[in-house]
């Protein structure tokens, strides 16, 4: 006889975002609690697991980090319409990293699951001396797209249990349940002032 899963359900994730923007760190901040200063690049997919309580049951999370340089986007794309939910994660260092929000939504819109949960990440919020993004911008466009706001340090831990327990538990709540994403073109596809608080991003920052 087959042994009994000890957990209530399963449920695959993705973190995607553009590349730089701390992804891998956050995974393993979130898996392993620890964080690391030097950067590899992700190629291709990896994934880890990770169980957790949501609304009173066993989760247990299969969780993909996804490559964000463009020639890996392609392939990526291909994990969208297995995921229940998406952490999407922009730096608040990188201006760049937040405007390809809009690519990263239109994509999810194209190849994944209409019953979706979606978490807007600003990660490294550690970094306040190199921001570039405020957190009204940030807060602004999570409105603007009808998803949750977080911002995070993988560097420090800040929020990001608190951000996957929440995607969890929205993934858990829409089972039966259906959302839209809403319709964006990649020009000016939301109006946000993207020029108070911009300074030049610093080269060979540390992903956090």
């Known amino acids: ?6 957990y209530d359900l399963m449920c695959k994730f993705l973190i995607i975002g553009s590349a730089q923007v701390g992804k891998t760190n956050l995974l393993t901040r979130f898996i392993d609690d620890v964080y690391s200063e030097s950067h590899i690049a992700t190629v291709g997919v990896d994934f880890k697991f990770k169980e957790m309580k949501v609304n009173g049951k066993i989760m247990k999370m299969q969780i993909w980090d996804t490559a964000g340089q463009e ?8 994990y969208y319409k297995y995921a229940h939910g998406v952490l999407l994660v922009y730096a608040v260092d990188d201006i760049q990293s937040f405007k390809e929000i809009t ?3 239109n994509s ?4 994944g699951k209409t019953d979706l949960a979606i978490v807007l990440i600003a990660n490294k919020c550690d970094l306040e001396e190199q921001r570039v993004i405020s957190k009204q911008q940030g807060e602004d466009l999570a409105n603007q797209l009808g998803i949750e706001y977080f911002e995070t340090s993988a560097k420090i831990g800040k929020n990001v249990y608190e951000a996957f327990q929440r995607l969890a538990d929205l993934a858990e709540s829409q089972n039966n349940q259906k959302i839209t994403l809403p319709n964006l073109t990649e020009d000016n596809s939301y109006k946000i002032n993207l020029t108070s608080n911009t300074r030049n991003k610093k080269k060979g920052q540390e992903c956090c």
């Open 71 to 78: 020639k890996f986007r392609t392939l990526t794309q291909n």
């Open 1 to 6: 006889m087959s042994k009994k899963p000890q």
């Open 108 to 111: 999810l819109k194209q190849n």
């Open 103 to 105: 690519f990263w939504m």
